[in-house]
């Protein structure tokens, strides 16, 4: 029992950074359409620049920074998309792969073979809950993690922005000829997208993790079947995607030694096979809809 406990508490933790970057792939797509494939290019600078300046500004400043700072990096990817005049996904989804090989090469320069540390608070101090040891990064996580989710389906639900986001998912042109700016509703995507991506990168690099490295971006990967299960441009999606993703993901960890005849990359391989079960069942996700075509 206490092995389910710990596995559940693991899983959940996961899924709260998941559904971070899972949102991200979301809010981007519901705003411009566009599969951002540069998002783990994103996290890994959020994740540098909270390593390089959590010693002169503290490590809650350098966050707040870091999160600024790679929603404007995000404004900037957003800008050159539009800049092309291209609006069909493939284009789109092609240019966000060139953005993220620039990206990568330079933050593989400026990161080397060095592992960062982010200064974060919590270390590797840990907790016991009911006979469950919990690291403290896991807790805070879970904590900030949701108080972020819950502002965005607060505005999602009751701003004028959310309104505009939801009609303009729904049919741009109507939308637009309604008076919703779409410019300014796509950057205002982007830019969420980017300041999440940043303070996901907190937690990937925090204990257990051994700090940031040039492959904490692949942990995007594992968010991509997450926001692609709940059905692509559905926040509510996207929770649903990473609590499955993340609880799976943990499961495989935590019991990967009782299935040794699977291999020892289960962990890796849990989140893909759970997206193809899915995808075969329902291919538009879980609380996805399927396009209608008028003939």
Not at 113 to 130: A, Q, R
Request: glycine fraction near 10%; aromatic fraction near 6%; hydrophobic fraction near 60%.
């Amino acid at each position: 029992m206490t092995t389910l406990a710990q596995m559940l508490m693991n899983g959940l933790a996961l899924s709260s950074v998941y559904a971070l970057v899972a949102l991200g792939f979301t809010v981007i797509f519901r705003a411009s359409h566009a599969m951002n494939f540069a998002h783990g290019s994103l996290i890994v600078f959020g994740g540098l620049v909270v390593a390089r300046l959590h010693d002169p500004l503290g490590f809650w400043l350098a966050v707040v920074v870091a999160a600024l700072a790679t929603a404007g990096l995000a404004l900037v990817e957003a800008m050159i998309l539009r800049a092309s005049r291209r609006h069909d996904v493939a284009t789109l989804a092609i240019m966000t792969i060139g953005f993220n090989i620039l990206l990568t090469a330079e933050l593989a320069r400026q990161i080397g073979i060095d592992v960062l540390s982010l200064g974060d608070p919590w270390g590797s101090d840990v907790v016991e809950l009911g006979g469950v040891t919990v690291a403290q990064t896991r807790l805070a996580s879970l904590l900030i993690a949701s108080a972020l989710i819950g502002l965005f389906f607060l505005a999602f639900r009751f701003t004028r922005w959310g309104l505009a986001m939801r009609a303009s998912s729904m049919d741009r042109e109507a939308a637009a000829l309604m008076g919703v700016r779409q410019g300014r509703l796509e950057l205002s995507g982007w830019a969420i997208a980017g300041a999440l991506a940043a303070v996901a990168a907190v937690f990937i690099a925090a204990f257990p993790s051994q700090g940031l490295d040039q492959s904490t971006g692949l942990i995007a990967l594992a968010c991509f079947p997450a926001a692609i299960i709940g059905g692509m441009g559905n926040p509510a999606g996207a929770l649903l995607g990473s609590l499955a993703i993340g609880i799976t993901e943990a499961a495989a960890a935590t019991y990967q030694s009782h299935l040794t005849a699977l291999g020892s990359g289960l962990p890796v391989l849990a989140p893909y096979v759970v997206m193809v079960a899915v995808l075969l069942v329902r291919p538009q996700g879980l609380l996805g809809t399927k396009e209608s075509t008028r003939v």
